[in-house]
């Protein structure tokens, strides 16, 4: 809103005034952190995660309130229900290996099967319920891409990055709804945004947010060398709109000059906007550099679009995608581009990592030794 209202008034060279009603649109920024790296054989399963003592203390305190700052009943009861059914698995096996009738160790063996089954399922619902939930996860979303370092081709590697997006939200059955296209000359997209809605859309997406580099030997490349060119994605929730109306007259709108030593434009250009909420108080700073350059506002997530910034290479002389915060490699670029199965994968492994790091997080805030 404020933005909008500021670059207006530059716009008209007017400084005292106001819209007869404005509104507020409140955007929440995405939280989750990039997981450390950490290679793919590390990862545990469920069973290793169980087994680990720093898990078992906490799971420990969980069942004995006393000694819990935060009791959760529901995770309570669940990790009962565990030890019970884990209780039941050791007497079963016992009654597989020990008993002299065949037919009764036949039944045991079967049932022991489906103890194990059981217990699985147990441990992953323990584990959902240990990983804290978002509510900005349920959002829809604004995708954007904009082209990077590689003039020609890091807008030819922008427009089939889109296009893979496209096609990905069509294999997920979500709705995908473009916004803004500013193609190139020869094909390429300069930048592009599109409205992405649908079940767990922005929980997935959201991991897609940063400098994607490509290496490959570009179509305007005569001498077929190798050039390396990237291009930036940002990710952002739906924006929540709120209907507000403002008075007007509750609002002081000032420009504001530069002061100081030197410079052409000092005391010459207007180059910032201060809007005050009268009654309360409330105040709103905004340059007139941040107000023109709309990358901006997404620098913490797409950075300066350096080839050193990368989260993912696409190479295509070893037909290899690389994302390097989980450091693992997929193979057979141009299927992972058709935005089906690979790419799928990809996210899903990316989202485990995150929820990982975040249990690990949540056992050992918990736990007052933090010993693993």
Not at 203 to 226: A, L, N, S
């Amino acid at each position: 809103m404020w933005r909008c209202l500021a670059r207006s008034l530059l716009r008209e060279g007017r400084r005292l005034s106001c819209p007869s009603g404005l509104s507020v649109v409140l955007v929440r920024r995405p939280s989750w952190q990039k997981p450390a790296q950490r290679s793919l054989s590390s990862l545990p399963d469920v069973h290793e995660l169980f087994a680990m003592p720093l898990l078992q203390r906490f799971l420990e305190r969980q069942q004995q309130s006393e000694h819990c700052s935060r009791p959760r009943p529901q995770l309570t009861a669940l990790i009962r229900l565990l030890t019970a059914k884990e209780q039941e698995l050791r007497d079963t096996e016992r009654l597989a290996r020990e008993d002299e009738n065949e037919d009764l160790r036949k039944l045991a063996e079967m049932e022991v099967v489906s103890c194990c089954k059981e217990i699985a399922e147990l441990k992953r619902q323990v584990v959902l319920l240990l990983i804290p939930s978002e509510e900005i996860d349920e959002s829809d979303l604004i995708l954007e891409v904009s082209a990077g370092v590689g003039g020609q081709e890091a807008m030819l590697f922008t427009a089939e990055m889109f296009d893979m997006y496209e096609h990905y939200a069509a294999y997920k059955n979500w709705s995908f709804e473009i916004l803004e296209y500013m193609s190139s000359d020869i094909g390429g997209l300069r930048h592009a945004s599109a409205s992405i809605g649908g079940l767990e859309a922005y929980r997935r997406m959201k991991f897609e947010g940063g400098v994607h580099r490509v290496q490959r030997v570009p179509k305007t490349e005569k001498q077929g060398r190798i050039h390396t060119s990237t291009m930036t994605v940002a990710v952002l929730p739906q924006p929540t709109e709120i209907n507000l109306t403002v008075n007007p007259k509750d609002l002081r709108i000032e420009t504001k000059r530069a002061s100081g030593a030197g410079g052409q434009h000092v005391n010459t250009t207007d180059s910032a906007v201060r809007i005050v909420h009268i009654p309360t108080v409330l105040t709103r700073y905004i340059l007139i550099g941040y107000i023109n350059s709309p990358d901006s506002v997404k620098f913490s997530e797409t950075g300066t679009k350096g080839r050193s910034e990368k989260i993912r290479t696409y190479n295509f002389p070893q037909d290899r995608v690389t994302d390097h915060r989980i450091t693992r490699s997929v193979y057979h670029i141009e299927r992972f581009l058709l935005g089906e199965e690979l790419l799928d994968e990809l996210i899903q492994a990316l989202r485990e990592y995150a929820d990982y790091e975040t249990l690990m997080e949540v056992i050992s805030e918990s736990n007052p030794t933090r010993l693993s």
